[in-house]
């Protein structure tokens, strides 16, 4: 029998509570070796959360799946895979910095460890990467969303209902840095994060998030709708993202970056 696969995970917020408990499910399949977090002494000498990433590698895990926002992807993935370990992001909107992602890329490709960029919020992705070899001419992403969703996180003056933002997904990223890292995972499956257009659209009378995604091109067209509940009022997450997450740490439902 083989031996079950070692995660470690970044953050143990909303996000990283939902998958703790995604992954518990599979004990069988898995097991994880612990957690890096930013205040240790809330978890009273529980020996899985630790301060430092150092703390967490030296345990060997197989895959570190990041949980805790773009500004600890940028601090902590280079690392992961320069340590020959897979990273699963959940900030997938942080590779928007074309220099910083090839960095990880070639770090990646030195030591052997893949970035397994995860579906997030919405279906679709296979598709959108298969179409890309086939020929794409347009791919429009379209998030709806209530006004407790976009208001905690978007610095601008939202309408009262309609269109917030239209724009390329490298602006949306950059506006929309807890909201759009969706729109990252379709620019990197896709055609690219100045081809990829994003529409931003508030709703008061939504209780979930309604992603859409929009693809024509030489292979025909398709479109795709999730209207996904989210974690909590705080969370701007949807509960589908930690599935998607705990998936393609379990090994299947990714994209491998590779540009």
């Not at 990433?53 to 990041?66: C, G």
């Not at 950059?174 to 709703?203: C, S, W, Y």
């Not at 292979?219 to 997450?245: D, T």
Request: charged content about 20%; proline content about 3%; hydrophobic content about 45%.
């Amino acid at each position: 029998m083989s031996r079950r696969l070692r995660f470690g995970i970044v953050g143990y917020g909303a996000l990283g509570q939902a998958l703790t408990s995604h992954l518990a499910q599979h004990e069988e399949l898995a097991e994880i070796v612990g957690y890096v977090v930013r205040d240790v002494s809330r978890f009273n000498g529980d020996g899985r959360f630790v301060a430092e990433l150092d703390e967490l590698l030296a345990r060997k895990p197989d895959v570190v799946i990041e949980c805790a926002g773009q500004q600890a992807m940028r601090q902590h993935a280079l690392s992961i895979v320069r340590a020959g370990v897979d990273l699963v992001p959940a900030s997938v909107g942080a590779l928007v910095d074309d220099a910083w992602r090839r960095e990880l890329l070639a770090a990646a490709h030195a030591s052997g460890a893949r970035i397994r960029i995860p579906t997030g919020a919405i279906v679709g992705i296979d598709g959108l990467a298969a179409a890309r070899h086939v020929g794409i001419d347009s791919v429009v992403y379209r998030g709806t969303m209530p006004p407790s969703t976009l208001k905690a996180h978007y610095d601008g003056v939202l309408p009262e209902h309609g269109l917030v933002f239209e724009g390329t997904a490298r602006e949306a990223v950059r506006l929309f840095p807890k909201n759009v890292n969706l729109a990252g995972t379709i620019a990197l499956a896709g055609v690219g994060f100045e081809q990829t257009r994003v529409e931003m659209h508030v709703d008061p009378a939504l209780t979930a998030n309604v992603h859409e995604l929009f693809v024509r091109g030489a292979f025909g067209e398709f479109h795709v709708r999730i209207s996904g509940l989210r974690l909590s009022e705080s969370s701007p997450s949807s509960r589908i993202v930690a599935g998607s997450l705990a998936q393609s740490a379990l090994g299947s439902n990714f994209t491998v970056l590779q540009r």
